[in-house]
């Protein structure tokens, strides 16, 4: 049997002694008290046995996320108490990560220009950390935006996750270099609020359903607007975005654009989602998996050197005391009244 105690065990012991130090009257009484201060002592110790079977997560999953990281994304209207889009974003894609648990992770961003920020990955919290970072374009250096400056980066990583992956010379399956795209589903999550102030007109992405297997659309922002704080090149604080209007000074709105969004979704064969809450995205992440042919998130048990943590038997124990300690003091407290 193996332990991690979470408490050092000679400071558990010391709590343990107090406890039981402290002598409830009544020799049924004194004796819960005793198997109560054991329980604690025993679930601090999270003990595991051995096991041969071990839990495997078959997950042959391939998420690119595409995200919009132009100043519009900072509009302050996402949700009841109006934060922030991307805000919003970084909680949604956190989320994404945890339900396609076991799956490869790339991400693309795109403001004036677009690039592939982080290859394909096992490693969720590398891209997180990177989406943690984006806080749109300076002040100085924004420009008019547009939706198809994603477009060829987008092909790029989905064309080379293809076929680019393979290398004979290394015989480790586990390793990035070795897994081709290919084998693999290949899950698209386009995320922007759709906006196009170049003046260009959107292309067709209809290319990118050719490279998929399934995906979604998420479209954040409200018809209504959200004004934008933005960062500035001679001072790193955030400033309300305003402009002059004939010689009055606005502040600048952005609203979604709703119609973008669904025409690359319909070009990309996959559902358009506006996402106005958390909520939200479990119907997107739900469809997207139902898309996918079964066994793709199936566990299942194999052989392998591994460990059962039993220490929750011992805490349904201490549980099922706790209850009884509540009534028997309830209903004495209520006989002395």
């Known amino acids: 049997?193996?332990?991690?105690?979470?408490?050092?065990?000679?400071?558990?012991?010391?709590?343990?002694?107090?406890?039981?130090?402290?002598?409830?009257?009544?020799?049924?009484?004194?004796?819960?008290?005793?198997?109560?201060?054991?329980?604690?002592?025993?679930?601090?110790?999270?003990?595991?046995?051995?096991?041969?079977?071990?839990?495997?997560?078959?997950?042959?999953?391939?998420?690119?996320?595409?995200?919009?990281?132009?100043?519009?994304?900072?509009?302050?209207?996402?949700?009841?108490?109006?934060?922030?889009?991307?805000?919003?974003?970084?909680?949604?894609?956190?989320?994404?990560?945890?339900?396609?648990?076991?799956?490869?992770?790339?991400?693309?961003?795109?403001?004036?220009?677009?690039?592939?920020?982080?290859?394909?990955?096992?490693?969720?919290?590398?891209?997180?950390?990177?989406?943690?970072?984006?806080?749109?374009?300076?002040?100085?250096?924004?420009?008019?935006?547009?939706?198809?400056?994603?477009?060829?980066?987008?092909?790029?990583?989905?064309?080379?996750?293809?076929?680019?992956?393979?290398?004979?010379?290394?015989?480790?399956?586990?390793?990035?270099?070795?897994?081709?795209?290919?084998?693999?589903?290949?899950?698209?999550?386009?995320?922007?609020?759709?906006?196009?102030t170049s003046g260009d007109r959107l292309r067709s992405f209809e290319r990118i359903s050719e490279l998929i297997d399934t995906g979604a659309v998420l479209g954040y922002g409200t018809s209504q607007g959200g004004q934008m704080y933005v960062r500035s090149f001679d001072n790193d604080e955030y400033q309300l975005l305003q402009y002059y209007d004939n010689n009055s000074l606005v502040t600048a709105m952005s609203k979604i654009d709703e119609d973008n969004l669904q025409a690359v979704a319909a070009d990309m064969g996959v559902n358009y989602y506006h996402m106005q809450n958390h909520s939200d995205l479990s119907a997107a992440v739900t469809d997207v998996k139902n898309s996918i042919d079964t066994g793709s998130f199936e566990k299942s048990n194999r052989e392998g050197i591994g460990t059962l943590e039993i220490y929750f038997i011992f805490a349904g124990i201490l549980g099922a005391f706790l209850i009884y300690d509540m009534i028997y003091y309830r209903r004495k407290l209520g006989q002395e009244r």
Request: glycine share 6%.
């Open 1 to 196: 049997m193996n332990i991690s105690p979470v408490l050092p065990i000679p400071v558990m012991l010391i709590l343990m002694i107090g406890m039981i130090a402290l002598k409830r009257k009544g020799a049924w009484n004194f004796t819960r008290q005793i198997i109560i201060a054991v329980l604690l002592f025993a679930i601090n110790l999270r003990p595991a046995i051995p096991t041969n079977n071990i839990t495997y997560v078959k997950n042959d999953v391939d998420v690119l996320f595409v995200v919009d990281n132009t100043i519009s994304m900072l509009a302050e209207d996402y949700g009841s108490d109006d934060s922030r889009r991307m805000d919003a974003v970084r909680e949604d894609i956190e989320q994404i990560t945890e339900d396609f648990a076991g799956a490869r992770f790339a991400l693309v961003t795109f403001d004036d220009s677009c690039n592939l920020i982080i290859p394909y990955t096992f490693e969720p919290a590398i891209v997180l950390g990177a989406v943690g970072g984006l806080e749109g374009r300076l002040r100085e250096y924004a420009a008019g935006t547009t939706l198809n400056i994603a477009y060829d980066t987008t092909c790029d990583v989905l064309e080379n996750n293809l076929g680019l992956y393979d290398d004979e010379d290394d015989d480790d399956e586990d390793d990035d270099d070795t897994i081709s795209g290919a084998n693999r589903v290949q899950v698209v999550f386009f995320i922007s609020d759709g906006e196009i």
